[in-house]
């Protein structure tokens, strides 16, 4: 039986015998299995990103040491900057911190096409040794090109060095950048790095005025990351999106808070038709299981 075969059986295996909607014993150690195998065949499948979720998911889960092992071989033989940012991020995150010198190394290359995801991987997984390195962030922060940069490295300032000018940056772009792909994104740092009481106000009005479901979906995220209990239902809605980005984006953030009634529409998503959507799903029940104490343990 082939890997896609076998993890749809047992996938209608589990949401047939109810253990997918039980909140106890069994049911649960059914869904963690049923999610694992979720991840690890996204972790072995052909796309590159969704495959780098699951290791982050799998990480989370407490798998970092099956994760090393799968990506510390294709670090060493990639050549693309974006893809060994990924690798080495994700190898960073399941416990080898010494990767971390690939994402400044990619950062302080001037010609590569990685350097924005090396500023967003060092946001997202921070690195050892603090004040040795940040001057490469800064010096990102302030260029005038590529504003993606600008603010990626102004996010991981504002995470680990808790940098004034870096949150200034988030707040000025969120609150006057006309382009919804810029200001989306500085939403979706403050929704990490801001305090509800301040920003909250300044995604709120974006809100009212913004057209197209993925940027209201950005700015509801962000917001209910900051504890806003509004858009936390709101997120929980957009679990039901035609839109699959929507749908992953949600699912992404519903493995980090707390989402009012979104198990149930989590573990149909187990079952979705884009494998990234299917992989946020099943990190945000590891989470769901593990805030709540639900599952024993993770192997």
Same mark, same amino acid.
């Given at each position: 039986?082939?890997?896609?075969?076998?993890?749809?059986?047992?996938?209608?295996?589990?949401?047939?015998?109810?253990?997918?909607?039980?909140?106890?014993?069994?049911?649960?150690?059914?869904?963690?299995?049923?999610?694992?195998?979720?991840?690890?065949?996204?972790?072995?499948?052909?796309?590159?990103?969704?495959?780098?979720?699951?290791?982050?998911?799998?990480?989370?889960?407490?798998?970092?040491?099956?994760?090393?092992?799968?990506?510390?071989?294709?670090?060493?033989?990639?050549?693309?900057?974006?893809?060994?940012?990924?690798?080495?991020?994700?190898?960073?995150?399941?416990?080898?911190?010494?990767?971390?010198?690939?994402?400044?190394?990619?950062?302080?290359?001037?010609?590569?096409?990685?350097?924005?995801?090396?500023?967003?991987?060092?946001?997202?997984?921070?690195?050892?040794?603090?004040?040795?390195?940040?001057?490469?962030?800064? #010096?990102?922060?302030?260029?005038?090109?590529?504003?993606?940069?600008?603010?990626?490295?102004?996010?991981?300032?504002?995470?680990?060095?808790?940098?004034?000018?870096?949150?200034?940056?988030?707040?000025?772009?969120?609150?006057?950048?006309?382009?919804?792909?810029?200001?989306?994104?500085?939403?979706?740092?403050?929704?990490?790095?801001?305090?509800?009481?301040?920003?909250?106000?300044?995604?709120?009005?974006?809100?009212?005025?913004?057209?197209?479901?993925? #940027?209201?979906?950005?700015?509801?995220?962000?917001?209910?990351?900051?504890?806003?209990? #509004?858009?936390?239902?709101?997120?929980?809605?957009?679990?039901?999106?035609?839109?699959?980005?929507?749908?992953?984006?949600?699912?992404?953030?519903?493995?980090?808070?707390?989402?009012?009634?979104?198990?149930?529409?989590?573990?149909?998503?187990?079952?979705?038709?884009?494998?990234?959507?299917?992989?946020?799903?099943?990190?945000?029940?590891?989470?769901?299981?593990?805030?709540?104490?639900?599952?024993?343990?993770?192997?």
């Amino acid at each position: 039986m082939s890997a896609a075969r076998w993890l749809g059986w047992l996938l209608s295996a589990a949401l047939l015998s109810g253990c997918l909607g039980s909140e106890r014993g069994g049911g649960e150690s059914a869904r963690r299995e049923v999610c694992l195998a979720v991840l690890r065949q996204g972790l072995r499948g052909e796309e590159f990103w969704p495959a780098m979720h699951a290791a982050e998911a799998l990480t989370l889960a407490g798998c970092g040491s099956e994760v090393r092992r799968f990506l510390e071989p294709r670090l060493e033989g990639e050549k693309d900057d974006q893809h060994r940012c990924g690798l080495a991020r994700e190898l960073v995150r399941a416990g080898d911190r010494g990767r971390a010198e690939v994402l400044w190394e990619v950062l302080a290359a001037q010609g590569s096409t990685g350097r924005v995801h090396a500023a967003e991987s060092l946001y997202k997984v921070g690195w050892p040794r603090r004040g040795a390195r940040e001057d490469l962030l800064r #010096t990102a922060m302030g260029e005038g090109g590529d504003i993606r940069l600008r603010l990626m490295s102004a996010a991981a300032l504002a995470r680990w060095c808790e940098e004034p000018a870096a949150v200034a940056l988030l707040r000025d772009v969120a609150q006057e950048e006309d382009d919804p792909e810029v200001y989306r994104l500085a939403a979706w740092a403050l929704g990490r790095v801001g305090e509800l009481g301040r920003d909250g106000p300044i995604l709120r009005r974006r809100l009212e005025g913004a057209e197209g479901e993925l #940027t209201r979906a950005f700015l509801e995220i962000a917001l209910a990351n900051l504890g806003d209990p #509004t858009a936390r239902v709101a997120v929980v809605g957009r679990l039901n999106s035609p839109d699959a980005m929507v749908r992953t984006y949600a699912a992404e953030c519903a493995a980090g808070v707390e989402l009012p009634g979104a198990v149930p529409l989590l573990t149909q998503q187990l079952h979705d038709k884009v494998l990234d959507a299917r992989i946020r799903a099943a990190q945000a029940l590891l989470m769901w299981c593990r805030r709540n104490r639900m599952a024993p343990s993770f192997p």
